[in-house]
């Protein structure tokens, strides 16, 4: 069971803007960068959000992510089909001493 | 560009020994810190252990502590994984991870991902 919990699954129409949430506590999101990862059925995860709001280059500028308090989100606008994936957000635990994913969330694009 | 490849994944009994090795190239080795995550057949993903890069400080998930051991050799530029007393629940497709910075401590900064070998434990 992670400490951080996102949603199973959200959806969204082609264009539309959806918004994955990742909701810890002051051990972890409350007291440290939160990072997003981007995974594809049978691929490796890839880097799309760092320290919280920064984008890697190559990453489009419809993804970005926010923190406020215990809480994180990973917004996506202009969806495209293309963008039908898992996500999962990770951040470091000051109480465990260990990095923490979220569940990981499944974004259908319909 | 860097690359990460993962080997040494097979079936093993539970309780038997395996080590997982990480050959890496793109990048001056030395300089980073490594990881290894792990994600179980249609699970999510799971930090397994920490290295930095000039192997002082290393770190473990509870549920590996003990059991695992992670390991570098900064001349062969490889990272590995030895897992004994394994579990059918360690049961997963093992990623070799490079971190952003030379240390694992405070981390999830993981720019860089292997493709994953695959550790299956049964009998």
Known sequence: ???????????????????????GGSSNIGDNFVYWYQQYPGLAPKY???????????????FSGSKSGTS??????????????????????DSLRAVEFGGGTKLTVV | EVQLVESG?????????????????GFTFDDYALHWVRQAPGKGLEWVAGISYNSISLGYADSVKGRFTILRDNAK????????SLRAEDTALYYCVKDYSSSWFASGHFPHWGKGTLVTVSS
């Open chain 1, 1 to 23: 069971q992670s400490l951080l919990t996102q949603p199973p699954s959200v959806s969204g129409t082609p264009g539309q803007k959806v918004t994955i949430s990742c909701s």
């Open chain 1, 48 to 62: 799309l959000i760092f320290r919280n709001d920064q984008r890697p280059s190559g990453v489009s500028d419809r």
């Open chain 1, 72 to 93: 994180a989100s990973l917004t996506i606008s202009g969806l495209r089909p293309e963008d039908e994936a898992d996500y999962y957000c990770a951040v470091w635990d």
């Open chain 2, 9 to 25: 994944g097979d079936l093993v009994q539970p309780g038997r020994s395996l080590r997982l090795s990480c050959a890496a190239s």
């Open chain 2, 77 to 84: 530029n490889s990272l590995y994984l030895q897992m004994s």
